[in-house]
Protein backbone atom coordinates (compact mmCIF):
# COMPACT_ATOMS: atom_id res chain seq x y z
CA UNK A 1 0.00 0.00 0.00
CA UNK A 2 1.55 3.29 -1.32
CA UNK A 3 3.01 5.77 1.56
CA UNK A 4 1.00 9.57 1.03
CA UNK A 5 2.96 12.25 1.54
CA UNK A 6 1.95 15.86 1.41
CA UNK A 7 4.36 18.93 0.96
CA UNK A 8 3.03 21.90 2.97
CA UNK A 9 3.42 25.50 4.18
CA UNK A 10 0.96 27.73 4.38
CA UNK A 11 3.70 30.24 2.92
CA UNK A 12 4.17 30.65 -0.99
CA UNK A 13 7.24 30.77 -2.79
CA UNK A 14 9.23 28.64 -0.54
CA UNK A 15 9.78 25.42 -3.26
CA UNK A 16 6.44 22.96 -2.07
CA UNK A 17 5.75 22.91 -5.98
CA UNK A 18 9.39 21.99 -6.74
CA UNK A 19 9.92 19.55 -4.23
CA UNK A 20 6.52 17.68 -4.90
CA UNK A 21 7.31 17.47 -9.00
CA UNK A 22 10.53 16.84 -8.63
CA UNK A 23 10.63 14.16 -5.27
CA UNK A 24 7.79 12.18 -7.38
CA UNK A 25 10.21 12.55 -10.16
CA UNK A 26 13.09 11.37 -8.23
CA UNK A 27 11.11 8.19 -6.59
CA UNK A 28 10.10 6.95 -9.93
CA UNK A 29 13.32 7.50 -11.51
CA UNK A 30 14.25 5.06 -8.34
CA UNK A 31 11.89 2.32 -9.99
CA UNK A 32 9.21 3.14 -6.81
CA UNK A 33 5.46 3.69 -8.60
CA UNK A 34 4.32 7.16 -7.87
CA UNK A 35 1.32 9.34 -8.55
CA UNK A 36 1.78 12.88 -8.10
CA UNK A 37 -1.69 14.76 -6.95
CA UNK A 38 -2.05 18.59 -8.02
CA UNK A 39 -4.07 19.82 -4.84
CA UNK A 40 -3.46 23.36 -5.79
CA UNK A 41 -5.98 25.56 -7.85
CA UNK A 42 -2.78 27.05 -9.45
CA UNK A 43 -2.32 23.39 -11.30
CA UNK A 44 1.70 24.28 -11.50
CA UNK A 45 2.61 20.68 -10.20
CA UNK A 46 0.38 19.76 -13.41
CA UNK A 47 1.69 21.75 -15.77
CA UNK A 48 5.31 20.98 -14.70
CA UNK A 49 5.00 17.72 -15.76
CA UNK A 50 4.12 18.86 -19.47
CA UNK A 51 0.36 18.41 -19.30
CA UNK A 52 -1.67 21.33 -20.14
CA UNK A 53 -4.12 22.60 -17.54
CA UNK A 54 -6.71 23.99 -19.87
CA UNK A 55 -6.37 20.70 -21.56
CA UNK A 56 -8.03 18.97 -18.38
CA UNK A 57 -11.63 18.12 -19.00
CA UNK A 58 -11.44 16.39 -15.39
CA UNK A 59 -9.33 16.34 -12.42
CA UNK A 60 -8.93 16.15 -8.50
CA UNK A 61 -12.14 18.45 -7.83
CA UNK A 62 -14.25 16.12 -10.07
CA UNK A 63 -12.63 13.28 -7.61
CA UNK A 64 -13.54 15.11 -4.06
CA UNK A 65 -17.14 16.77 -5.40
CA UNK A 66 -18.42 14.94 -7.98
CA UNK A 67 -16.89 10.95 -6.59
CA UNK A 68 -15.36 10.45 -9.81
CA UNK A 69 -13.14 7.61 -9.73
CA UNK A 70 -9.38 8.45 -9.42
CA UNK A 71 -8.05 6.24 -11.91
CA UNK A 72 -10.66 7.40 -14.54
CA UNK A 73 -8.67 10.82 -14.50
CA UNK A 74 -4.80 10.09 -13.65
CA UNK A 75 -2.66 10.74 -16.33
CA UNK A 76 0.63 9.06 -17.76
CA UNK A 77 3.68 11.56 -18.10
CA UNK A 78 7.24 11.71 -20.12
CA UNK A 79 8.94 10.46 -17.04
CA UNK A 80 8.80 6.45 -16.41
CA UNK A 81 6.87 5.12 -12.96
CA UNK A 82 5.09 8.88 -12.67
CA UNK A 83 1.87 9.22 -12.81
CA UNK A 84 -0.34 12.69 -12.45
CA UNK A 85 -3.82 12.93 -10.66
CA UNK A 86 -4.46 16.57 -12.11
CA UNK A 87 -6.16 19.64 -11.42
CA UNK A 88 -7.63 23.17 -13.47
CA UNK A 89 -9.49 26.06 -12.31
CA UNK A 90 -11.98 24.49 -11.12
CA UNK A 91 -10.59 23.12 -7.42
CA UNK A 92 -10.33 27.23 -6.25
CA UNK A 93 -14.83 26.52 -5.96
CA UNK A 94 -13.86 23.34 -3.64
CA UNK A 95 -13.32 24.87 -0.20
CA UNK A 96 -16.87 26.61 -0.94
CA UNK A 97 -18.24 23.34 -1.78
CA UNK A 98 -16.81 21.71 0.86
CA UNK A 99 -17.96 24.00 4.10
CA UNK A 100 -21.67 22.29 4.30
CA UNK A 101 -20.66 18.76 3.92
CA UNK A 102 -20.47 16.32 6.82
CA UNK A 103 -17.13 14.98 7.19
CA UNK A 104 -15.88 17.47 4.78
CA UNK A 105 -12.18 16.93 5.97
CA UNK A 106 -12.06 13.41 4.99
CA UNK A 107 -13.26 14.53 1.25
CA UNK A 108 -9.60 13.78 -0.25
CA UNK A 109 -9.05 10.71 1.85
CA UNK A 110 -12.03 8.87 0.63
CA UNK A 111 -11.00 9.60 -3.35
CA UNK A 112 -7.25 8.60 -2.69
CA UNK A 113 -7.73 5.58 -0.61
CA UNK A 114 -9.62 4.21 -3.66
CA UNK A 115 -6.39 4.20 -5.67
CA UNK A 116 -3.83 3.61 -2.67
CA UNK A 117 -2.88 0.45 -3.02
CA UNK A 118 -1.53 0.81 -6.94
CA UNK A 119 1.17 3.17 -5.90
CA UNK A 120 4.37 2.76 -3.44
CA UNK A 121 4.21 6.27 -3.00
CA UNK A 122 1.49 8.99 -3.48
CA UNK A 123 3.04 12.74 -3.08
CA UNK A 124 0.61 15.64 -2.96
CA UNK A 125 1.09 19.34 -3.59
CA UNK A 126 -0.79 21.30 -1.23
CA UNK A 127 -1.95 24.93 -1.94
CA UNK A 128 -0.02 28.11 0.13
CA UNK A 129 -2.83 28.33 2.44
CA UNK A 130 -4.28 26.65 5.39
CA UNK A 131 -7.72 26.33 4.13
CA UNK A 132 -9.88 22.69 3.78
CA UNK A 133 -8.08 21.96 0.67
CA UNK A 134 -4.95 21.45 3.02
CA UNK A 135 -6.63 20.27 5.74
CA UNK A 136 -8.15 17.15 3.38
CA UNK A 137 -4.59 16.65 2.01
CA UNK A 138 -3.14 16.60 5.55
CA UNK A 139 -6.30 14.13 6.56
CA UNK A 140 -5.57 11.74 3.67
CA UNK A 141 -1.65 11.72 4.53
CA UNK A 142 0.46 9.52 6.48
CA UNK A 143 2.88 12.31 6.76
CA UNK A 144 4.07 15.70 5.60
CA UNK A 145 6.75 17.49 4.58
CA UNK A 146 7.60 21.22 5.31
CA UNK A 147 9.71 23.28 3.15
CA UNK A 148 11.44 25.71 4.29
CA UNK A 149 13.51 28.47 2.10
CA UNK A 150 16.61 29.55 3.68
CA UNK A 151 15.58 32.89 4.04
CA UNK A 152 14.28 34.85 7.56
CA UNK A 153 10.83 35.80 6.29
CA UNK A 154 10.45 31.80 5.75
CA UNK A 155 10.96 31.23 8.97
CA UNK A 156 7.63 33.04 9.99
CA UNK A 157 4.68 30.84 10.10
CA UNK A 158 6.38 28.13 10.85
CA UNK A 159 4.76 28.06 14.38
CA UNK A 160 1.14 28.24 12.85
CA UNK A 161 1.56 25.87 10.48
CA UNK A 162 3.08 23.17 13.30
CA UNK A 163 0.18 24.21 15.50
CA UNK A 164 -2.12 23.33 12.31
CA UNK A 165 -0.36 20.00 12.09
CA UNK A 166 -0.78 19.62 15.91
CA UNK A 167 -5.08 19.81 15.66
CA UNK A 168 -4.78 17.20 12.91
CA UNK A 169 -2.78 14.69 14.30
CA UNK A 170 -5.15 15.42 17.43
CA UNK A 171 -8.19 15.32 16.27
CA UNK A 172 -8.74 14.30 12.48
CA UNK A 173 -5.91 11.89 11.76
CA UNK A 174 -3.89 10.29 14.46
CA UNK A 175 -1.19 8.39 11.95
CA UNK A 176 0.00 11.72 10.41
CA UNK A 177 3.92 12.11 10.78
CA UNK A 178 6.32 15.04 10.43
CA UNK A 179 8.18 13.33 7.40
CA UNK A 180 10.78 15.90 8.02
CA UNK A 181 11.75 19.79 7.31
CA UNK A 182 13.09 20.37 4.14
CA UNK A 183 15.71 23.57 3.94
CA UNK A 184 15.34 24.89 0.05
CA UNK A 185 17.06 27.72 -2.16
CA UNK A 186 20.16 27.35 -0.12
CA UNK A 187 22.97 29.34 -1.11
CA UNK A 188 26.27 28.33 0.87
CA UNK A 189 27.87 31.68 -0.43
CA UNK A 190 24.92 33.77 2.09
CA UNK A 191 25.42 34.19 5.68
CA UNK A 192 21.99 34.18 6.30
CA UNK A 193 21.38 31.25 4.03
CA UNK A 194 23.90 29.18 6.62
CA UNK A 195 22.61 31.08 9.54
CA UNK A 196 18.68 30.14 8.68
CA UNK A 197 20.28 26.45 8.50
CA UNK A 198 21.50 26.80 11.71
CA UNK A 199 18.61 28.01 13.48
CA UNK A 200 16.29 25.58 11.53
CA UNK A 201 18.76 22.43 12.93
CA UNK A 202 19.00 23.82 16.13
CA UNK A 203 15.40 23.74 16.81
CA UNK A 204 13.97 20.76 14.69
CA UNK A 205 17.06 18.66 15.02
CA UNK A 206 16.42 15.39 13.59
CA UNK A 207 13.30 16.09 11.59
CA UNK A 208 15.50 18.51 9.44
CA UNK A 209 16.60 16.62 6.06
CA UNK A 210 20.21 16.38 5.57
CA UNK A 211 19.71 17.32 2.31
CA UNK A 212 19.85 21.10 1.45
CA UNK A 213 18.23 21.62 -1.82
CA UNK A 214 20.27 24.53 -3.68
CA UNK A 215 19.74 27.34 -5.86
CA UNK A 216 19.79 26.16 -9.45
CA UNK A 217 19.03 27.97 -12.07
CA UNK A 218 17.58 24.75 -14.18
CA UNK A 219 15.76 23.93 -11.60
CA UNK A 220 14.12 27.20 -11.63
CA UNK A 221 13.47 26.86 -15.61
CA UNK A 222 12.22 23.04 -15.91
CA UNK A 223 8.70 23.73 -15.08
CA UNK A 224 8.55 26.12 -18.13
CA UNK A 225 9.55 23.13 -20.23
CA UNK A 226 7.13 21.31 -18.77
CA UNK A 227 9.92 18.83 -17.48
CA UNK A 228 10.50 17.24 -14.39
CA UNK A 229 14.50 18.24 -13.77
CA UNK A 230 15.54 15.15 -14.00
CA UNK A 231 14.03 14.90 -17.48
CA UNK A 232 15.91 18.36 -18.44
CA UNK A 233 19.20 18.23 -16.86
CA UNK A 234 19.50 14.86 -15.41
CA UNK A 235 23.22 15.74 -14.13
CA UNK A 236 22.79 18.89 -12.75
CA UNK A 237 22.88 19.96 -8.70
CA UNK A 238 18.67 20.02 -9.06
CA UNK A 239 18.71 16.18 -9.57
CA UNK A 240 21.56 15.48 -7.54
CA UNK A 241 19.71 17.08 -4.86
CA UNK A 242 16.03 15.67 -5.18
CA UNK A 243 17.93 12.01 -5.79
CA UNK A 244 19.17 12.38 -2.35
CA UNK A 245 15.95 13.60 -1.01
CA UNK A 246 14.49 10.49 -2.41
CA UNK A 247 16.82 8.09 -1.01
CA UNK A 248 16.75 9.85 2.39
CA UNK A 249 13.06 9.23 2.95
CA UNK A 250 13.52 5.70 1.42
CA UNK A 251 16.03 5.27 4.12
CA UNK A 252 13.21 6.81 6.95
CA UNK A 253 11.19 4.53 5.89
CA UNK A 254 13.45 1.44 6.14
CA UNK A 255 12.76 0.60 2.39
CA UNK A 256 16.60 0.56 1.48
CA UNK A 257 19.40 -0.87 2.89
CA UNK A 258 22.17 1.55 1.59
CA UNK A 259 25.22 2.39 3.87
CA UNK A 260 26.12 5.44 5.72
CA UNK A 261 28.63 6.00 3.03
CA UNK A 262 26.71 5.62 0.18
CA UNK A 263 23.94 7.53 1.87
CA UNK A 264 24.49 10.53 -1.00
CA UNK A 265 24.93 10.97 -4.28
CA UNK A 266 26.87 12.62 -6.53
CA UNK A 267 27.20 14.23 -9.95
CA UNK A 268 29.24 11.58 -11.49
CA UNK A 269 26.98 9.16 -9.53
CA UNK A 270 23.49 9.79 -12.08
CA UNK A 271 25.82 10.39 -15.72
CA UNK A 272 24.65 6.31 -16.34
CA UNK A 273 21.02 7.21 -15.12
CA UNK A 274 21.17 10.15 -17.60
CA UNK A 275 22.14 8.25 -20.34
CA UNK A 276 19.28 6.17 -19.15
CA UNK A 277 16.66 8.65 -19.33
Do not use: W
Not at 75 to 86: G, V, Y
Not at 102 to 115: F, G, L, P, Q, S
Not at 146 to 160: D, H, N, R, T, W
Not at 209 to 231: D, W, Y
Request: glycine share 6%; aromatic share 4%; charged share 20%.
Amino acid sequence: MGKIIAIANQKGGVGKTTTAINLAASLAVLEYKTLLIDADPQSNATSGVGIDSANVKAGLYECIIDSVHPKDVILKTDTPNLFLLPTNADLVGVELELVNLTNREYMMKKAVDKIKDKYDFIIVDCCPSLGLTVMNALCAADSVIIPVQCEYFALEGMGKLLQTIKIVQTHLNTNLDIEGVLLTMYDARLRLANQVVEEVKSHFQNMVFNTLVQRNTKLAEAPSFGKTIIMHDAIGKGSVNYLNLAREILQRNGLTKISDEDRTIEVDDITELSEDI
